[in-house]
């Protein structure tokens, strides 16, 4: 797998997915079922890391702010991830929001005992290290993507990452599965709402998206991931 700046952004399988079975199911027997409602916040920036979450059902997206105060979605979390484990590891504080897009159900798992399921199963702590360290290396690329110049590309990018996330198969397409507006766009990538809808309108007009309110289809993931490259419509 590629992880170079210039490189597609491929989307790791969640968490629960690269454990073996026993592993898997001793986790979900930990902690205590919980649902929160959409724009729920799971957790804030600034509060102790003295829980994990597993999200079970559902959508989140993990969002922090930038030197100037504006909101950027760090990620969007999927079915099987998992939440708040940096703080609970590093016993400090946490540093991001993960907020609900829609319905979301999770297990809480106190710091306690997620951490002695760690030192029972070294495998899982491999992975959750894994987890971590593939973070920082898309914290990377976004930096350095952020200097970009070409918008449509820029958008492309977390076009086709959005598929790998959360894409539904259909006859027009792949439907990104969330419902993210033009300004939560925006803060993904992160770029101005204005150049996002410049982009968007390219993508449109090239045949690679359809989209409407608060609903992106892609309608060529090829070309699609062919302006994600070589950064032309």
Same mark, same amino acid.
């Given at each position: 797998?590629?992880?170079?700046?210039?490189?597609?952004?491929?989307?790791? #399988?969640?968490?629960?997915?690269? $454990?073996?079975?026993?592993v898997?199911?001793?986790?979900?027997?930990?902690?205590?079922?919980?649902?929160?409602?959409?724009r729920q916040?799971?957790m804030? %920036?600034?509060? +102790?890391?003295?829980f &994990?979450m597993?999200?079970?059902?559902g959508?989140?997206?993990? /969002? =922090?702010a930038?030197?100037?105060?504006?909101? &950027?979605?760090?990620?969007?979390?999927?079915?099987?991830?998992?939440?708040?484990?940096?703080?609970? *590891?590093?016993?400090?504080?946490?540093?991001a929001?993960?907020?609900?897009?829609?319905?979301?159900?999770v297990?809480?798992? @106190?710091? =306690?005992e997620f951490?002695?399921?760690?030192?029972?199963? +070294?495998a @899982?702590?491999?992975? !959750?290290l894994? %987890? !971590?360290a593939?973070?920082?290396? $898309?914290a990377?690329?976004?930096?350095?993507? =952020?200097?970009?110049?070409?918008? &449509?590309?820029?958008?492309?990018?977390?076009?086709?990452?959005?598929?790998?996330?959360?894409?539904i198969? /259909?006859?027009?397409?792949?439907? *990104?599965? *969330?419902?993210l =507006?033009?300004?939560? $766009?925006?803060?993904? *990538?992160?770029?101005?709402?204005?150049m996002?809808a410049?982009?968007?309108?390219?993508? #449109?007009?090239?045949?690679?998206?359809? %989209?409407s309110? #608060? @609903?992106? /289809? &892609?309608?060529?993931?090829?070309?699609?991931?062919?302006? /994600?490259?070589?950064?032309?419509t």
């Amino acid at each position: 797998m590629g992880l170079g700046p210039e490189a597609a952004e491929e989307r790791e #399988r969640p968490f629960l997915e690269r $454990l073996d079975e026993p592993v898997r199911a001793r986790l979900l027997e930990m902690g205590t079922p919980q649902t929160y409602e959409s724009r729920q916040a799971l957790m804030r %920036s600034g509060e +102790p890391g003295d829980f &994990v979450m597993l999200l079970r059902h559902g959508y989140v997206k993990v /969002t =922090s702010a930038d030197r100037m105060g504006a909101t &950027v979605i760090l990620d969007v979390g999927v079915p099987g991830d998992l939440h708040g484990e940096i703080a609970v *590891i590093a016993g400090g504080i946490r540093m991001a929001d993960v907020v609900a897009i829609e319905e979301v159900h999770v297990r809480r798992i @106190a710091a =306690s005992e997620f951490n002695r399921f760690l030192l029972d199963h +070294p495998a @899982a702590m491999r992975e !959750v290290l894994v %987890s !971590v360290a593939r973070r920082f290396v $898309l914290a990377q690329r976004q930096r350095t993507q =952020s200097w970009k110049p070409q918008a &449509v590309a820029r958008v492309a990018t977390r076009l086709d990452y959005l598929v790998d996330v959360c894409g539904i198969r /259909t006859p027009a397409g792949w439907r *990104i599965g *969330i419902p993210l =507006s033009q300004d939560e $766009l925006a803060q993904f *990538i992160p770029m101005g709402r204005t150049m996002v809808a410049q982009a968007l309108d390219k993508l #449109r007009k090239a045949g690679v998206v359809a %989209s409407s309110r #608060r @609903a992106i /289809t &892609v309608v060529d993931r090829e070309a699609l991931r062919v302006i /994600t490259e070589k950064g032309v419509t």
